[in-house]
């Protein structure tokens, strides 16, 4: 189950410096977890889970396999791009395809780094992108709802349902907000997701700071928060100086170079488990003497669908899942111990699994 990131911002505001620092990363991580280069600006990380190693120290696990998110470098954004301006067409075709926005924004000042508006202004620059993106929205449901005027006068049930949606995000971004903020019903939700409005991504602000603010950001990015804050978004400070400086580093180098900062760890680590949140993921276990592995699930997942994630035959042939909890894994000192002081359960296909659960599947064949 994949799930995708996208890097967008400003020209020179830091974006590149920041995923340039997370390919280094990624390709300096162990061996058994190559850094996949799927076009020239996609790349896959380790989401870092320190509960991953103590579960493969205890079983004896010879391989560790962590989960993963893809980061895909969106190219830079001006105004006008929802027209086509600069790579405006591409930009927003990229951004059709992931499932959320970590939205770096500039909040440093260096006179030899060109803003190219004149001025360090963050939640402007914020505003610039969610405006081009909701001018693009705008623009498709206009076309969307002219489109099915013919099946409304047919009285298609589908047609109708779409452009009672696509009316409602309409009156929400003519209002001048995003269309996240659409209130939908349950049983609308899997016609929502198929619109595919560039707004209804949740977005991640990526606060760049200078490497002396680092720790405890600046005013700019007090801003950002207050801004990400009244938005019910998320925000991170992370200077791309310094990430850039540390993925170069060997481990215990780096964890030197961060202590000097005053850090007490890596800023990209944070970026990458801010996204995990940010879309409502979690993780599940399953450990062997061959491995011990991470897999992502979105946050109520049942248990068949949890096995589907590994194989398609482990959710068709589902039988029950033997669930043992992270902390009576690890407080027991392995599987057997934790059968034996009766803390594994036996799971149906009702269960949902729960972040950290360490799973065994059974299914027929």
């Known amino acids: 189950m994949g799930f995708k990131m996208g ?14 620092a997370l390919t280094r990363t990624a390709a300096a991580q162990a061996a058994n977890f190559p850094f996949c280069t799927i076009e020239p600006n996609v790349g896959e990380v380790a989401v870092p889970d320190p509960r991953l190693d103590k579960l493969a120290a205890i079983a004896g696990s010879k391989q560790i396999i962590p989960t993963r998110m893809t980061f895909v470098d969106i190219a830079g954004l001006v105004k006008g791009a929802s027209k086509g301006e600069g790579l405006g067409n591409q930009f927003l075709a990229n951004i059709r395809e992931v499932d959320a926005i970590a939205h770096v924004l500039r909040c440093f000042e260096d006179g ?3 803003h190219v508006e004149g001025r360090v202004d963050p939640v402007a620059d914020a ?10 929205d705008l623009e498709s449901i206009e076309k969307r709802r002219a489109n099915l005027v013919r099946k409304l006068k047919g009285s298609d049930k589908e047609a109708q349902q779409q ?24 049983e609308d939700q899997r016609a929502w997701k198929t619109l595919q409005l560039l707004t ?15 720790a405890e950001g600046n005013e700019h990015s007090a801003r950002v928060a207050e801004m990400a804050a009244a938005q019910g978004n998320a925000h991170v400070i992370i200077s791309a100086q310094i990430e850039e400086e540390i993925s170069q580093l060997d481990d215990d180098e780096a964890q030197m170079f961060l202590e000097e900062m005053g850090l007490q760890e890596a800023g990209l680590d944070r970026l990458i488990r801010a996204g995990y949140d940010l ?5 599940y276990f399953t450990v062997g003497p061959k491995e011990a592995r991470a ?19 482990f959710e068709k042939g589902f039988i029950r899942a033997e669930t043992i909890a992270y902390d009576d894994f690890v407080t027991l000192g392995g599987e057997q111990a934790a059968k034996e002081a009766g803390k594994m359960r036996a799971e149906g296909k009702g269960y949902i699994v729960k972040d950290g659960d360490v799973l065994h599947f059974l299914f027929n064949t």
């Open 295 to 313: 897999w992502t699930i979105r946050t109520g997942t049942s248990a068949p669908r949890a096995a589907g994630v590994i194989h398609g035959d």
């Open 112 to 114: 030899d780094v060109t």
């Open 163 to 186: 452009d009672r949606l696509l009316a409602a995000a309409q009156e929400v971004l003519e209002s001048g907000r995003p269309a996240r903020l659409v209130e939908v019903a349950e």
């Open 279 to 283: 879309l409502h993921l979690e993780t």
């Open 127 to 136: 505003d610039t992108i969610e405006t081009e993106l909701m001018l693009a």
């Open 200 to 214: 209804t991504k949740p977005v991640l602000y990526v606060c760049n700071v200078g490497e002396a603010e680092a």
């Open 7 to 20: 890097i967008v911002g400003l020209p020179n505001v830091g974006k590149s410096t920041l995923f340039n």
